[in-house]
């Protein structure tokens, strides 16, 4: 689950990270009221969307040499007509893709005089099964060409759980860094607190970028991304309530509801799997065969037939689907469960698309049976190359 900007700045800040001060508004009308509460005279306006690179964005519905949605305000008058421009607006950035998403929040923040930009991010190491900070002194915008064009200049700093951050790791980062005086200072309790905030909140990622090194020495978290790993979010009543589903898509809202592990893509063919790997290995063999994925739908090993009919009704309300392959390997999953599951839902939603059905293990030829007799127009298939096959000659 991901969570705004301005709402990772207020969880940072209670575990006592540096922030600005800043006001959260959904309408013009509050902007005002917004900046003449925080000290001036520089403000940022900044659009609040689940999504990076905004300051470089562009509004679909301005000009092309329009500033992007991330903006400096140097009265409140010009904080005002900035706000004006973006409300409501479409933000298309590198990480939103074409659509872009509209843009229903700001974050009005004081601003700051920056002296340096920092990068420093916590994830989980994979290859060391621990939390680590993911650093560079080459901070702000293009972070992910500094990753691509020059990764020697961005470190990995693992901790060891049963310590946590100490004295050794937060005087590395500091080194790393070049921090001196009030920011080292400063370091001895930031680094711990981003870690501890990790950890207590169950993140799967903890972005600040950039932290900055401001003018009078200090550092301050200027921007934060915050994420959380949804299995652990029935231990975080507060972090649930954060939740914006107006960032999410629909039919990912839908899916979270049935406990089923759905991601939309851009293809035009649904897919229908048990397992995360054989999902995986479909969505290649169609992308093999000349067409595109247009979802990761994984339904799980104890799937009963109503989250069967969940999941393809959810795959049917997409509109750029053209086509659907259920592939299924019945393990503990039975395949006639599956095959009870896809009539019951195509009988209720109506079948507008060809529908390819493989299935292979528990019952499978009772779940052949029952959708040969379905009376449906549904195409069985031998294996999942054949299934592949037909489903791009269907879609054409």
């Not at 902007?31 to 900044?46: D, F, I, N, Q, T």
């Not at 994830?123 to 915008?141: C, N």
Request: charged letters at 25%; one cysteine or more.
């Amino acid at each position: 689950m991901n969570i705004h900007e301005y709402q990772a700045k207020q969880v940072l800040k209670g575990f006592g990270a540096p922030v600005a001060e800043g006001v959260a508004v959904t309408s013009v009308d509050q902007v005002e009221a917004a900046a003449r509460s925080l000290p001036g005279p520089l403000y940022v306006v900044k659009s609040q969307i689940h999504a990076g690179g905004r300051g470089k964005g562009k509004f679909k519905e301005l000009p092309a040499d329009a500033k992007g949605g991330v903006r400096l305000a140097f009265s409140v008058e010009e904080a005002v007509a900035h706000a004006k421009e973006m409300l409501g607006n479409t933000l298309v950035t590198a990480q939103t893709g074409d659509a872009g998403k509209q843009v229903n929040r700001l974050y009005i923040e004081d601003g700051a005089d920056i002296d340096r930009e920092l990068y420093c991010s916590l994830l989980v190491d994979r290859a060391y099964g621990r939390i680590a900070f993911v650093i560079s002194t080459e901070g702000g915008m293009d972070i992910e060409t500094v990753a691509h064009d020059t990764p020697e200049k961005i470190q990995n700093i693992v901790i060891d759980p049963s310590a946590g951050v100490t004295d050794a790791d937060v005087a590395a980062i500091t080194a790393a860094y070049g921090l001196t005086g009030a920011a080292a200072e400063d370091a001895k309790s930031l680094f711990p607190a981003l870690y501890k905030a990790f950890v207590e909140k169950d993140m799967d990622m903890l972005e600040v970028n950039p932290l900055i090194v401001m003018k009078d020495g200090h550092l301050r978290v200027l921007d934060a991304k915050v994420s959380f790993d949804g299995n652990a979010l029935f231990r975080h009543d507060d972090m649930k309530a954060l939740r914006d589903e107006t960032e999410e898509d629909a039919k990912e809202i839908e899916a979270s509801k049935w406990d089923l592990a759905y991601v939309s893509l851009d293809g035009n063919i649904g897919c229908m799997v048990n397992g995360a790997g054989l999902a995986m290995a479909t969505m290649d063999i169609i992308k093999l065969y000349g067409k595109e994925p247009a979802n990761f739908c994984d339904v799980g090993g104890g799937a009963g037939k109503e989250k069967v009919a969940a999941a393809f009704k959810i795959i049917t309300a997409d509109p750029n689907v053209q086509g659907i392959l259920v592939n299924i390997f019945g393990g503990i999953m039975k395949c006639d469960v599956i095959a009870e599951g896809v009539v019951a839902a195509v009988k209720e939603v109506g079948l507008k698309v060809p529908l390819v059905v493989r299935l292979e293990g528990t019952n499978a030829e009772l779940g052949k049976k029952i959708l040969n007799e379905s009376g449906l127009a549904i195409t069985a298939a031998d294996d999942l190359d054949d299934a592949a096959q037909k489903i791009v000659a269907a879609v054409g």
